[in-house]
């Protein structure tokens, strides 16, 4: 099926660290979700994104929507142990005849505490 | 509910037989949709329902898999003769307007033997 490119696929970081991870897509979305997902778990929802250009902020997280709506970026600040897992970004069209979720490949944290 | 659940947590079946996977979405929520999650990506659209009508199924595999919805609350996804390519873990999501996120279960992990 169809998925986003997101990248990097891992990254290892010392905590205190920022983070950054970015996803493209060849077509355009008009909202932008991004997840994360621990081990044993369901994805769950971290920020959402409505209009090209947005910027939003849940704490040490910030993600902004892109100008061309084609791509999203992810920042975490400072980055603690319980950051660790599986961040995905999803792209999503509502109002049009498709209502699922594109899902990127993830991208897998690991922070050295 | 609180949130969105799944039953059972995990099955293991002998390839051939039929399995059922239930998802129970959050209360009120219009939306319901399922994916399938394969080790290291990102969830897959099956299929997905407003209230009890299915909007999309584009995403089932073939005509071994099917869902239903009747009463426009709890949603089975049914996999008939199943075979070992089957198995992976199937989620479930819940969203309604205005925003339309969704909100995933935890999944069923299923094993075809």
């Known amino acids: 099926g169809q998925q986003l490119n997101q990248s990097p696929q891992s990254m290892f970081i010392q905590e205190g660290e920022d983070v950054s991870m970015n996803c493209t897509s060849s077509?355009?979305?008009?909202?932008w979700l991004w997840y994360k997902q621990d081990p044993g778990e369901g994805p769950v929802l971290l920020i959402a994104l409505y209009k090209a250009g947005e910027l939003t902020s849940n704490g040490r997280l910030t993600a902004q929507f892109g100008i061309t709506r084609k791509d999203s970026f992810l920042n975490i600040s400072a980055s603690i142990p319980s950051d660790v897992g599986i961040y995905f970004c999803?792209?999503?069209?509502?109002?049009?005849?498709?209502?699922?979720?594109?899902f990127g490949k993830g991208t897998k944290l690991s922070v050295k505490p | 509910g609180a949130g969105v659940s799944q039953s059972p947590r995990y099955k293991v079946t002998k390839r051939g037989q039929d399995v059922a996977l239930r998802c129970d979405p959050i209360?009120?929520?219009?939306?319901l949709y399922w994916y399938r999650q394969a080790l290291g990506q990102g969830p897959e659209f099956l299929t997905y329902?407003?209230?009890?009508?299915?909007?999309?199924k584009s995403g089932l595999p073939n005509d071994r898999f099917s869902a239903e919805r009747p009463e426009g609350s709890i949603s089975t996804l049914t996999i008939q003769r199943t075979e070992q390519r089957d198995s992976a873990m199937y989620r479930c999501?819940?969203?309604?307007?205005?925003?339309?996120?969704?909100?995933f279960g935890p999944g069923t992990r299923l094993t075809v033997l």
């Open positions: 999501a819940s969203s309604s307007p205005p925003n339309n996120e969704q909100f």
């Open positions: 329902f407003n209230y009890e009508a299915q909007q999309d």
């Open positions: 077509s355009i979305f008009n909202t």
């Open positions: 209360s009120g929520h219009v939306s």
């Open positions: 999803a792209g999503f069209n509502y109002g049009g005849s498709q209502g699922n979720l594109i």
